[in-house]
């Protein structure tokens, strides 16, 4: 039996669904994550072969803390195990409110401690590196390997990069931007976040310039778009909406020319962004609110990396340090 069927026929599994689709407004990425994480647990309390309808009242604390110690165990990320936890209390939370149970087994367990690394950055000048590599590499390209479309696709590459610098965007954010969402007058977009809210970033003048241009380039190719504020705003060569994975690959693929590392993601671009406006003295709740954080403790990660930067260059300099 696929998963799939499973789902279906646990009527309290697919209400919870319901649920997170609409009341917590939870994307289809979230909502997966979700139904992985509670049928890992059913197989792990009924055993593979059971079948839904599940009973799930008959789930205890007990029950609850061997599935956490088994996951610990086998040496699972502490990010992961806290996940499934979460995803179960989340679950059962809902049960609770159904009244299918009188007691949330999943209260009060802890999710394991998680080292708090600090983010990777790049500094100011491997940042113009990275965005300069697209046109770069356009122009040692032989003539006979150029064509519009090949153009288009330096035009969109730089584009990206831009703006994913310039806003500090997640990477999913900036492939799902549409044309309606981009105000090159004003130098703004407005992305999607996470639980599908949506916040407002500006954009600044190379973004704005580079986006310009490839608008210009595109609608040479696939026809003026101007009129259809719904097409995607960054298009693959046949003219369709790019991934998020095809941002990873084209981003990988400059790194060498940049002089980078393989490490190195667009999510990096989301930490320089933030490390680098709180270098030049962006207060803390201005970066929470552009980087669309719901917390302002998961933004004060940054700041230990730029402490850390000063007390690095107050060692080098300071004759008492």
Request: glycine share 6%; proline share 5%.
């Amino acid at each position: 039996m696929t998963e799939n069927c499973r789902l279906e026929t646990d009527p309290l599994l697919m209400k919870f669904l319901q649920y997170l689709d609409n009341e917590r407004n939870a994307s289809k990425h979230t909502q997966s994550n979700y139904m992985m994480d509670i049928m890992q647990f059913a197989r792990f309390y009924w055993g593979e072969d059971a079948l839904p309808p599940f009973k799930w009242m008959d789930v205890d604390t007990f029950t609850a803390r061997k599935f956490v110690v088994e996951f610990q165990k086998k040496g699972y990320a502490p990010t992961t195990t806290g996940r499934k936890i979460s995803s179960l209390r989340m679950f059962f939370r809902f049960l609770e409110r159904e009244g299918i149970v009188e007691v949330n087994p999943f209260v009060g367990l802890r999710s394991p401690k998680k080292k708090q690394g600090l983010p990777d950055f790049l500094s100011i000048a491997e940042v113009e590196q990275l965005l300069s590599v697209p046109q770069k590499l356009w122009r040692q390209l032989p003539a006979t390997k150029r064509s519009e479309v090949a153009e288009y696709a330096m035009m969109r590459d730089t584009a990206i990069l831009e703006v994913l610098y310039s806003t500090g965007a997640r990477v999913a954010e900036v492939a799902g931007l549409l044309r309606c969402n981009v105000d090159l007058l004003s130098g703004v977009i407005i992305v999607r976040g996470k639980g599908k809210k949506e916040r407002m970033c500006p954009l600044g003048n190379p973004a704005c310039k580079a986006l310009r241009s490839m608008f210009e380039k595109g609608d040479m190719i696939w026809g003026d778009a101007a009129n259809n504020r719904v097409v995607p705003v960054f298009l693959n060569k046949s003219g369709e909406a790019i991934t998020t994975r095809s941002i990873e690959r084209m981003m990988k693929k400059y790194l060498p020319d940049a002089g980078l590392g393989v490490h190195i993601t667009p999510h990096t671009l989301r930490h320089s962004f933030a490390t680098h406006l709180l270098d030049a003295g962006a207060d803390l709740r201005s970066v929470q609110e552009l980087l669309g954080h719901s917390s302002l403790s998961t933004t004060q990660i940054y700041t230990h990396v730029t402490v850390d930067r000063l007390r690095k260059v107050y060692d080098e300099a300071h004759p008492h340090a």
